[in-house]
């Protein structure tokens, strides 16, 4: 399979190269020193700059890739090593797990001069170096690189002694500890480190140094025994002899070690095994029950209150129907859920930076539900009936199955953009696995977010206290619509950030053309058949007219990002602009259709408590503004293991890693985290 993938990326990088001929490495070599001794050596380095969102290959490139080579052309007598491998990321690609690099990259090398080298020439080194660099796609890469290096007195050369120095503190370094191995079911490889399992270090990561030796993706869970750390991993191929690779351990104050790791098979002591894995993952078990949790919890979220008149009103008329409509409602929800979720697998992994929520990232999808939902209020209203249900027979008679399964459908869509307790974790977890893992997650999540209906139509007694149909329920629907207007309010607005005025007067045309042709269906039916054919007609014109209205969105510009009005607006250069400056920084990932994170700025963070706090500690707030699609700020989400807003981050100084702070925010929890 790895050697399948490899050949696809190579076929598809011909006609990438031809559509963009910039190269995405650029790429130099180095040498540490001045000049070398005869029989001295030098060290020199290959430095790659990647482009932002690319990545080059470990030596083990993970589940597809290849590594970077130096071919050497040196002249005679002289002797180059293999290359010094720094340690490399985990960079997920929709199901598999590559291992590489990102942003600047130093692969140093040491060359040796011949005892007989000549002082005073100057030689040529020359290297023809390739890699295969890869974002959506894969390019593969080459130069022909040269450097002069003088023979003579060996002297360090100043300029690049520090970033020597740093190259060389991402080298692996040999264990101070002994490890073990033992293979059953899992693959337990343990440090005997009584230091480290008094420490608990904030990640673990085992990087094979051979492919195949584990399952890549799968999480890597720590655990710790009396006197060290085990790290449990999935076996992939039979490993037999000595484990080699490398162990990365993150501390709790953000620092990393590579150490090399050369086990042999050996007793490994019981642990208590953590349940997240190293990198944040979850068991898939776990995930499916944070996924209930989390999908139970956002019916009582502040997203959900846009469509709390429609449940509301459904639990009306559960009550003397309650079984059929309650299980279509679920069905509604559980399909929309599973529906959703693969809809977002999918197009990751055809190359689209999205998350959770994408749906309301498009002005046309966030037009379009206003309409609906400008719409639904206007049949509660009673402004016109679908069908031959007048308000009168509406009485003793319900919306049946279908019109429950709508309203599951339509609670998911505007709902489901926000995230909660729980089920943050769930969807993290989610988007990182293959589609059956996944699609058992989303269908987790839809099974607790119609839980309370679910219920209902195992046990429809439990609405026995709500009276017999009357003039009472025709009184509540009509209710219920102004809900429902307040809904299309809260999406006009939301349109209004993505794609300025113009979004409004469109999505306003709209909604006066919809209400006239709800107006001319309801008093064209009692027509003759040539009256009602000639309402009907123009009905569907009106329609039409509305449905090219709101195509002229989709390729509207979005409107310009405003300042955030209390602090400053996210970017990935910024935050490590600041935090290099060992300033502390709050960042708010939001969105202006997640309600749940403007009830967060209101009522927590815009507060004097909490704006002082940050005004002592001398706290950056920056903002992140998902509300249009943002590459930029999805992949903060994917960094913390997150798929949608809100997420609140708080980095320390002194370069510690962010703690994440819950989806519900209160003062006392901001100040905690920023006492740290």
């Known amino acids: 399979m790895k050697h399948i993938l490899l050949f696809l990326a190579l076929v598809m990088a011909a006609p990438a190269m031809a559509q963009d001929s910039q190269p995405k490495v650029q790429a130099r070599l180095i040498a540490e020193d001045k000049a070398v001794a005869p029989g001295g050596s030098i060290t020199i380095a290959l430095e790659e700059q990647i482009a932002p969102e690319w990545h080059t290959y470990w030596k083990n490139p993970g589940d597809a890739g290849a590594p970077t080579v130096i ?32 942003g600047k990259l130093w692969l140093l090398t040491k060359i040796t ?14 290297a023809a170096a390739s890699w295969l660099v890869c974002k959506n796609i894969c390019i593969p890469e080459e130069r022909a690189l040269s450097i002069a290096v003088p023979v003579g007195a060996q002297a360090a050369d100043p300029a690049v002694a520090k970033d020597f120095a740093a190259a060389r503190a991402l080298l692996p370094i040999a264990s101070p500890w002994k490890m073990t191995y033992a293979l059953g079911q899992t693959l337990d490889l343990y440090v005997a480190a009584p230091s480290l399992a008094a420490a608990h270090p904030k990640g673990a990561d085992f ?17 710790y025994a009396k006197d060290g750390l085990v790290l449990r991993l999935t076996p992939g191929a039979k490993v037999s002899g000595v484990l080699e690779g490398l162990l990365v351990l993150t501390s709790t104050d953000g620092s990393v070690q590579a150490l090399e790791v050369n086990a042999a098979a050996g007793p490994v002591p019981p642990a208590e095994f953590t349940t997240e894995a190293a990198d944040g993952e979850l068991t898939l078990l776990l995930a499916i029950l944070f996924a209930l949790l989390g999908g139970l919890i956002l019916n009582v979220m502040p997203c959900v209150l846009p469509i709390l008149a429609m ?51 498009s002005p ?53 953009p926000c995230t909660a307790p729980f089920m943050a974790a769930a969807l993290g977890f989610a988007l990182s696995q293959g589609a059956a893992a996944a699609l058992a997650v989303f269908v987790a999540l839809g099974v607790g977010f119609a839980l309370p209906f679910i219920l209902l139509g195992f046990w429809p007694r439990a609405l026995s206290f709500l009276p017999r149909p009357g003039t009472w329920m025709l009184r509540l629907k009509q209710f219920m619509a102004f809900p429902m207007y307040g809904a299309a309010i809260w999406l006009v607005w939301v349109l209004s950030q993505q794609v300025g005025p113009r979004g409004v007067a469109v999505v306003g045309g709209a909604m006066l053309f919809v209400a006239f042709a709800g107006w001319l269906w309801s008093v064209t039916r009692d027509l003759a ?56 920084v709050f960042v708010d990932a939001t969105a202006a259709w997640c309600i749940t994170c403007l009830v967060n700025e209101e009522a927590v963070l815009s507060k004097g408590p909490v704006q002082s706090a940050f005004a002592a500690r001398k706290v950056v707030y920056m903002v992140a503004d998902w509300t249009n699609q943002n590459p930029e700020i999805t ?27 819950p989806q519900i925010l209160t003062e006392a929890g901001v100040l905690a985290a920023l006492e740290g």
């Open 71 to 102: 071919e050497w052309t040196l002249p005679p007598g002289w002797k180059a090593d293999a290359i010094q491998w720094p340690r490399p990321m985990r960079v997920p690609v929709g199901p598999l797990m590559d291992y590489g690099y990102e």
């Open 113 to 126: 001069a011949p005892a007989g080298a000549k002082a005073g020439e100057t030689v040529t080194i020359k």
């Open 207 to 223: 990087f094979p140094a051979r492919p195949g030796l584990i399952k890549n993706p799968a999480p890597q869970l720590v655990g």
């Open 311 to 361: 449940k509301a009103l459904a639990v009306a008329q559960h009550g003397s129907e309650g079984r059929r409509e309650s299980f279509s409602y679920a069905a509604g929800a559980v399909l929309s859920f599973a529906g959703l979720g693969l809809m977002v697998l999918v197009m990751r992994q055809g190359g689209a930076s999205i998350g959770w929520g994408f749906q309301l990232q």
């Open 364 to 416: 046309m999808v966030v037009a379009g539900f206003a309409l609906l939902v400008f719409g639904v209020g206007l049949n509660l209203s009673g402004l016109f009936e679908v069908g031959s249900i007048t308000a009168g027979e509406g009485l003793t008679r319900k919306s049946g199955p279908a019109g429950a399964f709508f309203t599951g459908v339509l609670a998911v869509a505007v709902a489901a």
């Open 529 to 584: 058949p040539r009256g009602r054919s000639l309402g009907t007609g123009a009905v569907v014109l009106l329609l039409l007219a509305v449905g090219w209205g709101i195509s002229q969105l989709g390729g509207a510009a979005a409107a310009p990002v405003a300042q955030a009005t209390r602090g400053e607006a996210y970017s990935a250069a910024k935050l490590a602009s600041y935090r290099a400056s060992g300033r502390p």
């Open 635 to 661: 992949s903060l989400l994917k960094e913390n293991g997150r798929s949608g807003v809100p997420l609140y981050l708080y980095y320390p100084p002194g370069g510690a890693a962010p703690r994440i702070l």
